[in-house]
T-cell receptor
């Protein structure tokens, strides 16, 4: 079993839709939870991070962490074609080593 | 955030040869990381490179296959040695940000081994 599971998609939604991206994990030591966005032929860029359980909002993006269920989510409101990318969840305990999901490819259509 | 460049951006190599990938950062950083990204798989950490010390390799990766240099605080190289088609992948370097969970990635090197 992988430490982090993420549905690879692809996920196709119309412009303006609410997108829900999710990851599950098995390691209880994970404390920091990140979402990276990766455009085609580019490196991943940090989108959001959350420490421990709870919600965090940044513009159209909301990150949620439920440590009791070992489940994290990223919601994108009013999705735009420019949101089309691969979204990678990542997590770590107290060290610098990040454990990534496989990434979910998102396509927002006009 | 740091600006990271990698060279080459892509290459096609014959099996049995070696390729050295360069990673340049626009600021001094302590920790640099090398990852491999294969289709349908997670970003996988190859090794962590600190300036002035030997690189630390993750399980499944060895120095003879992936030698790393870290001559100063802004530069690192990763060599993929004695390549086989299974080494075809995207190789990315990253650096640690101000907080341990922050990493900034280069654009990647797309390697195809024939």
């Amino acid at each position: 079993q992988k430490e982090v599971e993420q549905d690879p998609g692809p996920l196709s939604v119309p412009e303006g839709a609410i997108v829900s991206l999710n990851c599950t994990y098995s390691n209880s030591a994970f404390q920091y939870f990140m979402w990276y966005r990766q455009y085609s032929r580019k490196g991943p860029e940090l989108l959001m991070y959350t420490y421990s359980s709870g919600n965090k909002e940044d513009g159209r993006f909301t990150a949620q962490v439920d440590k009791s269920s070992k489940y994290i989510s990223l919601f994108i409101r009013d999705s735009q074609p420019s949101d089309s990318a691969t979204y990678l969840c990542a997590m770590t305990g107290t060290a610098s080593k990040l454990t990534f999901g496989t990434g979910t490819r998102l396509q927002v259509t006009l | 955030s740091a600006v990271i460049s990698q060279k080459p951006s892509r290459d096609i190599c014959q099996r049995g040869t070696s390729l050295t990938i360069q990673c340049q950062v626009d600021s001094q950083v302590t920790m640099m990381f090398w990852y491999r990204q294969q289709p349908g798989q997670s970003l996988t950490l190859i090794a962590t490179a600190n300036q002035g010390s030997e690189a630390t390799y993750e399980s499944g990766f060895v120095i003879d296959k992936f030698p790393i240099s870290r001559p100063n605080l802004t530069f690192s190289t990763l060599t993929v040695s004695n390549m086989s088609p299974e080494d075809s992948s995207i190789y990315l370097c990253s650096v640690e940000g101000d907080r341990a969970y922050e990493q900034y990635f280069g654009p990647g090197t797309r390697l195809t081994v024939t």
